[in-house]
Nanobody
Framework: QVQLAESGGGSVQAGGSLRLTCVASQITFTNFCMAWFRQAPGKEREAVATINIGGQYTNYADSVKGRFTVSRDNDKKTLYLQMNTLKPEDTAMYYC?????????????????WGQGTQVTVSS
């Protein structure tokens, strides 16, 4: 059974940093482009960052460009999201997901496997 396990969330003050980790198991990690999504209460789930299989190509939501960095370690089957200069509006549940088609897509329906999420809370 495919598992994606996120960790690294927490509560920080505005301007702080967090590093999220997503460890994959029971999956050929190098078969999948990956992404981080987030969902705030009362809002739709949105793509934050996407990355191709080799890690050379990435795509970011405008709201996080210059502050967040997505990366992956294929040997460790691990996806990362380094989040700097955090803002209260970054508060959300963060999920990692595998893309079944259309690498670097931000369309939620292009993703098939999802983790349970890790909560990020940023206070002002």
């Amino acid at each position: 059974q495919v598992q994606l396990a996120e960790s690294g969330g927490g509560s920080v003050q505005a301007g702080g940093s967090l590093r999220l980790t997503c460890v994959a198991s029971q999956i050929t990690f190098t078969n999948f482009c990956m992404a981080w999504f987030r969902q705030a209460p009362g809002k739709e789930r949105e793509a934050v960052a996407t990355i191709n299989i080799g890690g050379q190509y990435t795509n970011y939501a405008d709201s996080v460009k210059g502050r967040f960095t997505v990366s992956r370690d294929n040997d460790k089957k691990t996806l990362y999201l380094q989040m700097n200069t955090l803002k209260p509006e970054d508060t959300a549940m963060y999920y990692c997901a595998t893309a079944r088609r259309n690498c670097l897509t931000t369309v939620i329906y292009d993703y098939n496997y999802w983790g349970q999420g890790t909560q990020v809370t940023v206070s002002s």
